[in-house]
């Protein structure tokens, strides 16, 4: 059963194809807000490279976000295409779940919300397995100390970006790891958590300040 997995929420787009479960394809898109313009491309690439069509997957597992009010529309509406056109389930997910550290420990996943602080999901990983605290939220940046207390590990498309920002809130020393999200792990949200959703609607997750959720 072949699955499509497809995350542009962020500056850091992914797309993969795996087999219950086994990734046969991975590739990061191009670091940016470029992702309406690579996006096919690329998932053409993906296709081609596995001797795969379009018309052999089973299921499309999108990001619904949080993060980027474009970049997840981009990835959204190329998930709802292919879910019309290839008459399969879509199954939407939140990219936050996909930021995880190669290794356990404590985490937190920490996406930049400009202006309205910081999307916010914290979570543990133990012999390869992770478990969540709390669902994705918008945190403003003078709450973060105690959401990250007990935390060693920060995970996030563009520390580059989030640690200067953040250096006066939280001056303690973290690990930071830099990364987009991870297929495997969205798949598996998807495929334990999730029910496939036949119509082809998607409920977006902008966590804006009223913390709403969009249907498209």
């Known amino acids: 059963m072949l699955s499509v997995v497809i995350d542009t929420s962020t ?14 394809f991975q590739e990061n898109l191009p670091f940016g807000h470029q992702n309406s313009k690579n996006l096919l491309p690329f998932l053409k690439k993906a296709f081609n490279n596995i001797d795969k ?3 052999d997957a089973s299921s499309i597992i999108v990001g619904i976000g949080p993060g980027s009010y474009t970049g997840i529309r981009v990835g959204a509406t190329v998930a709802k295409t292919l879910s019309y056109s290839l008459n399969i389930p879509l199954i939407g997910v939140s990219s936050m779940v996909g930021f995880i550290p190669h290794f356990d420990s404590p985490f937190a996943a920490i996406v930049d919300a400009k202006i309205g602080g910081v999307y916010l999901l914290t979570g543990q990983q133990h012999n390869g397995t992770v478990t969540y605290k709390n669902e994705p939220f918008l945190c403003p940046l003078e709450e973060l100390p105690p959401n990250l207390s007990n935390i060693d590990v920060i995970v996030t498309p563009h ?3 989030l640690q200067p920002r953040l250096k006066s809130t939280i001056p303690q020393s973290f690990h930071w790891i830099e990364r987009p999200p991870c297929p495997q792990q969205l798949y598996h949200i998807a495929k334990t958590s999730h029910t496939p959703n ?19």
């Open 11 to 24: 500056e850091r787009g992914v797309i993969a194809l795996l087999e219950t479960g086994l990734i046969l």
């Open 53 to 55: 069509s379009p018309q």
């Open 198 to 216: 036949n119509d082809g609607t998607l409920e977006i997750l902008y966590l804006k300040k009223q913390h709403e959720a969009k249907r498209i």
């Open 159 to 161: 520390p580059c970006k």
